[in-house]
């Protein structure tokens, strides 16, 4: 796969869609990366703020201004609808996505799911808030709208220092580095670095669930996280289950190792099954995928446990 430029194209536009997060957080002093709040600056200010960017032609929405540990379905809908809206238009290249990098994994995985397209749709973030002496989302804004205004990738992806990584693999790493990201086993797509893209690898193609008719967010099923772990009884699972008002449809269960369950547990979440309710085992190893089938406890088709949510959310609103 060759190196590519990713000079400015003034012919095509890049959609901004801002949703906060410390790539638009603010603290009280410029060395402080910890304190600050996600989420107060303005996406058009933050494009102001990247003098680079003014060769590029750029239309910049504020869909969400939070904390992304905050995500949830209401503004995932809303994310999807004006992604769909702009990458609609003929002359949008691609679209830009500014969010906090505690989900941005979840939101990446969401939007991959439901939106089939060839253009770009990339996601991109920063460990230190605007405001700090030194940083890093001016950067890796640049880099997402050089991607996504060159389509030199397609479908949804995340940039973060460099790394291009596929909706599938990404996954938050570490707690406060900027390099704070990774594709596991996998590797990453590619590096864009010094205004040049170096492929190495093919997106996997979205959109498995971009036919279905998606309720307002109160409508969804309730799928729950469940970790296996010592002393893991089950509690919780029997606890939700005996509850009409909050019974889950589904459950992942993220298991220990090759995606094994507590036999506690295992005898909580039989009993969820019993009571019409969907298990799927993921892992909670940060690597690798859980190999084998399992009658009793079918797999994710994602090894990420917060992904694997997604996907089962997904597969019992189309079997509903
Ligand atoms: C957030 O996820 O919104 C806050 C943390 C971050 O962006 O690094």
Redesign the pocket.
Known sequence: MTVVSVAPRADKTVVVLGT????A?RAASRDDHVGYT??EVGVDQLLAGVPDLAAWRLEAEQVAQ??????GLDLWLRLLARARHHLARPEVAGVVVT??????EETAYWLHALLATDKPVVLT???RPATALVPDGPQNLLDAVALAGTGCVSGVVCVVAGQVMSATDVSKAHTYRTD?FSCGDAGPLGWIEAGQWRPLRANVAGGQWAQLALPEATQWPRVELVFSHAGQDGALVRALMASPSDRPAGWVVAGTGNGTIHRDLAGALQQAQAMGCRVLRATRCAQGRVLGEHAQWPTAPVASPYKARIWLMLELLAAA
């Open positions: 906060g997060g410390t790539m957080g996600a989420g939070i904390d992304s540990k905050d995500m969010h906090g990098t505690d989900t941005l973030a920063a460990m704070a």
